[in-house]
Structure formats: C-alpha cells, structure tokens
C-alpha cells in the first residue's frame, strides 16, 4: 500500500542543520511533488515548500528561503528535507506529504511525522 | 498571525451540525484558489478531507462538505459522532506569498 516512511526523531544544537527523510512506496514516485510541513508543539500547521521530482525545481514558503533545501532521490524513492542555521523555535514535527494530482496543493498522503528538537 | 483565519475552536453535542469557518483574503481565497481542508485527530498526521473547495476523498463520509463564497469558505460537519473530535486546518495558495498557506486550525470538541 502506499507509505511515506519518515526517519526517526533528531536533537541538535542551535546554529547546526538537521536533514529528515521520507521513503516513499506504493505509488509512481515521480508522479507527484513532495510537499514538507511543520508543526511545532501545539501550534497549527505550517507549509514549508514542495520539489518537481523531474526537475528538481523547488518551491520554498518566504520564511524559509536560504535555510532549507529539498530535493529527491528517485533512484531510491526518498524525499528529502534539510533545515540550516537551527533555532530554538524550529523545534516542531515535521511532516512529508504527496500533492494528489500533479502540481496541485492538497495533500493525500503524509508521512507519520519527525520530530526535530533544536535545544543547548 | 495566519493568512487565512479560523475560530480557535467550535462544539456540539453528538449528531448535531458544526460549521467551520475559513476567512482569507483578495490575494488568496478572494482570487479564486481552492480551499482544501485537513483533520487531525491528537498525536497523528493530518487527513485530507475535502479537496477543491467540496470535493471529498474516498472513505471520507458524506456528513463532511466544503463550500467556498468570496474570500471565505467553510466545512460543515453534520451528524457529529465522537470520533470528530480533532483539529480541523484549512488550505489555499497565496499569490502575494507565493506558496500554499494553512489556517490557524480550529479544535473540534463533541461535548
């Protein structure tokens, strides 16, 4: 069935960067953009940016640009995110998720969560 | 500070009807871009539950629907059953953002 299989919980230090990824099965992987979002604890959700698997061609929210990198390995069917120059408040879980048809923004399958935690 | 705006929270009693609101603006909602929502249930990962503004993914039941007017939209979610109670999201594009914008989320609690 199709699964998105994030990797497990990190801790780092602040100014350090921290790459999560999400294996993906079941489904033409280069079928459909890779969408990250995050939540930190009890806050709502917020879109961080997609990847083309064809191109490679990103997408990042604002808030985001210089710091994160995404990018895909469809050889292995993985997604990857990387957030740099880590800050207390980028302590939150974050999520992988498939748009549902090609360039379009809802979101129908997502991983089950990383939770990074960013601490001294 | 969410570009798009829901009420913190609703409730309701079991098998009443709870709607759900979504205010954006002219360069989101207003401009046209679908509106899809999410739910979220304690401690796991975010569901599709209507897409494009009403549309519904299999096995999402027909008490759920979505409906879009101006810059704003709405989820109503009628028959409520105990198994609602969760985080309900918002989502659209924002064309001054470039990029896709959540809601705030509004906590569901059937009382």
């Known amino acids: 069935q199709l699964q998105l299989v994030q990797s497990g919980p990190e801790v780092k230090k602040p100014g350090a960067s921290v790459k999560v990824s999400c294996k993906a099965s079941?489904?033409?992987?280069?079928?459909?953009?890779m969408h990250w979002v995050r939540q930190a604890p009890g806050q709502g959700l917020e879109w961080m940016g997609r990847?083309?698997?064809?191109?490679?061609?990103?997408n990042y929210a604002q808030k985001f640009k210089g710091r994160v990198t995404m990018t895909m390995d469809t050889s292995i069917t993985t997604a990857y995110m990387e957030l740099s120059r880590l800050r207390s408040d980028d302590t939150a879980v974050y999520y992988c998720?498939?748009?549902?048809?090609?360039?379009?923004?809802?979101?129908?399958?997502w991983g089950q969560g990383t939770l990074v935690t960013v601490s001294s | 500070q969410s570009v798009l705006t829901q009420p913190p929270s609703v409730s309701g009693a079991p098998g009443q009807t709870v709607t759900i609101s979504c205010t954006g603006s002219?360069?989101?909602?207003?401009?046209?871009?679908?509106v899809h929502w999410y739910q979220q249930p304690p401690g796991t990962a975010p569901k599709l539950l209507i897409y494009?503004?009403?549309d519904r993914p299999s096995g999402v039941p027909d008490r759920f629907s979505g409906s879009k007017s101006g810059t704003s939209a709405s989820l109503a979610i009628s028959g409520l059953q105990a198994e609602d109670e969760a985080d309900y999201y918002c989502?659209?594009?924002?064309?001054?953002?470039?990029?896709?914008?959540f809601g705030g989320g509004t906590k569901l609690t059937v009382l």
């Open positions: 494009t503004n009403y």
């Open positions: 079941g489904y033409s992987f280069t079928g459909h953009y």
């Open positions: 998720a498939r748009d549902k048809e090609w360039g379009g923004y809802p979101l129908d399958y």
């Open positions: 002219s360069s989101n909602i207003g401009a046209g871009y679908d």
């Open positions: 989502q659209s594009y924002d064309r001054n953002l470039s990029g896709s914008v």
């Open positions: 990847v083309n698997p064809h191109t490679g061609v990103t």
